[in-house]
Nanobody, 126 residues
Framework: EVQLVESGGGLVQAGGSLRLSCAAS????????IGWFRQAPGKEREGVSC????????YFADSVKGRFTISSDNAKNTVYLQMNSLKPEDTAVYYC???????????????????WGQGTQVTVSS
């Protein structure tokens, strides 16, 4: 059974940092793309970043480039999203998701992913 469990969310002041973790089980990282999405109240779910298990290739939304980084520890089946220079507009529920394929341009589309975690709240105060 595939499971994804996010952690690391919380309340932080603007300019601060948080690191989110996505612990995965039930599949082999090498064959998957792990994505991070976020959804703010009243808005659609948007792709933030992803990383491909086999080669570590990462993609980022323009809104987070230069501020967020993504990494994976394949031995622990865990993906990390390091978020720096946080802004109030980064406030959202953050979800990790897994797709059993190596994605490129389609990584931003939520329906490309088969499995989802329960989400973790990130709140950035001004």
């Amino acid at each position: 059974e595939v499971q994804l469990v996010e952690s690391g969310g919380g309340l932080v002041q603007a300019g601060g940092s948080l690191r989110l973790s996505c612990a995965a089980s039930g599949f082999t990282f090498d064959d998957y793309t792990i994505g991070w999405f976020r959804q703010a109240p009243g808005k659609e779910r948007e792709g933030v970043s992803c990383i491909r298990g086999s080669d570590g290739r990462a993609y980022f939304a323009d809104s987070v480039k230069g501020r967020f980084t993504i990494s994976s520890d394949n031995a622990k089946n865990t993906v990390y999203l390091q978020m720096n220079s946080l802004k109030p507009e980064d406030t959202a529920v953050y979800y990790c998701a897994a797709a059993p394929r190596l994605l490129r341009s389609l990584w931003v589309l939520p329906n490309t992913y088969n499995y989802w975690g329960q989400g973790t709240q990130v709140t950035v105060s001004s």
